[in-house]
């Protein structure tokens, strides 16, 4: 495979950097969890998957989270490693994709160089909210306070990705209604390390959308409180007489 191809393919560089473009190798935040996995499948038709999912009163279900881990064996000597990790929303805010990351470890056959990746970054979300660059290593990180502007400066790295790993929980919902949109907003974070040579090893990526996590949470919350407040009243309206006291 040509470099020129794997930094597309792994970047998913669309031709413009359009804001709106908020994706990691085609996982696109807002997506269910069967529109992940069938981009998935299309990306690593060979990956290994396993996606949690959670139950509600009434017998509904709901994906939490998911991951997923790629590693050519055929090619143990040159082999391309990958992980990925997902987190959704619940069923009141349509159990969407709000948080993606992804490790990937290139072929030692086919790296491309370090500046050529960031550059594929670039060129995919626009010029950086922040970017430190070493003799090894080149990072960066997008912050947007919208979904169609362009990214805002900031004077470093923010811990906007040490999110919930279960699902859109009290702590993530709290952290996103107090801190997470106005010092999160939509945020990415990207890394590519490399040699001193120039050639890329490594990238780790991750997304997370706090922007309206705060309201997709308390949109959860009154479904499973709904759903919930259904079953109580079937189940009640079903149950056995009482027997004699």
Not at 196 to 216: C, H, P
Request: with cysteine; charged share 25%.
């Amino acid at each position: 495979m040509k470099i020129g191809i794997i930094i597309a393919a792994l970047l998913c560089a669309a031709a413009t950097a359009q804001a709106a473009e908020f994706d990691i190798a085609g996982m696109k935040l807002g997506m269910n969890a069967d529109q992940v996995l069938a981009r998935y499948n299309e990306l690593r038709p060979e990956g290994r998957h396993r996606f949690t999912e959670w139950s509600r009163p009434g017998g509904t279900k709901w994906v939490a989270n998911g991951e997923t881990l790629y590693s050519d064996l055929s090619k143990p000597d040159d082999m391309e490693q990958e992980r990925m990790s997902f987190v959704f929303t619940g069923v009141g805010s349509g159990n969407k994709l709000f948080s993606v990351q992804r490790q990937l470890q290139f072929r030692p056959s086919e790296r491309p160089s370090t500046e050529a990746v960031y550059a594929a970054a670039v060129k995919k979300y626009g010029e950086p909210s922040y970017l430190s660059k070493s003799e090894t290593n080149i990072s960066a990180s997008w912050k947007f306070d919208t979904i169609d502007g362009p990214a805002k400066k900031i004077d470093g790295p923010l811990g906007c990705m040490s999110t919930a790993t279960v699902g859109l929980d009290d702590y993530t919902a709290k952290k996103a209604k107090e801190a997470g949109a106005d010092f999160c907003g939509l945020y990415i974070q990207f890394s590519v390390d490399g040699d001193q040579t120039g050639i890329a090893k490594e990238i780790m990526m991750g997304m997370v959308n706090y922007l309206d996590l705060a309201s997709d949470y308390e949109a959860d919350i009154r479904d499973a409180q709904g759903r919930l407040d259904a079953a109580k009243a079937k189940n009640t309206s079903e149950a056995a007489p009482v027997p004699e006291l």
